[in-house]
């Protein structure tokens, strides 16, 4: 896989949208069905596990906005691109995804870290 995988684009759907009875349509979209999601918060497997995550996030960050925060690099069909969290115009976290895909490009595996990269101690 060398261009863009769309799945991406779904998955960052699924966190904007605004009615939580259209979440599931956008993560089919994007996900495979064995989806394993980890970041410093929470482990999921599977797409009802992921989306009781959003859900979850979503309660706690009400009225937040998801937004890709870099270009996407892929090689391999793994991906990785930063993201912000931003809510009332404010900044409330920055991370990265290194996201792996399946063979027809849904997502496979997301390993999310939070904050910027840490400074180097040399």
Same mark, same amino acid.
């Given at each position: ?14 966190? =904007?949208?605004?009615? %939580? ?11 495979? %069905? ?17 989306? @009781? =995550? ?27 691109? @930063? ?32 904050? %910027?990269? %840490?400074?180097?101690?040399?």
């Amino acid at each position: 896989m060398a261009r863009y995988p769309e799945s991406l684009d779904h998955m960052l759907a699924a966190w =904007n949208e605004r009615h %939580p009875e259209r979440v599931r349509a956008h993560l089919e979209k994007a996900l495979s %069905p064995e989806v394993v999601f980890i970041d410093p918060s929470i482990v999921t497997r599977g797409i009802d596990e992921f989306e @009781a =995550n959003v859900h979850e996030v979503h309660g706690r960050l009400p009225r937040a906005e998801y937004r890709r925060a870099s270009g996407v690099d892929l090689h391999h069909d793994v991906v990785r691109y @930063a993201w912000e969290i931003h809510r009332d115009g404010e900044l409330v976290l920055p991370g990265f995804d290194v996201t792996e895909l399946d063979e027809e490009g849904r997502v496979l595996r997301v390993l999310g870290f939070f904050g %910027p990269l %840490p400074a180097s101690e040399d």
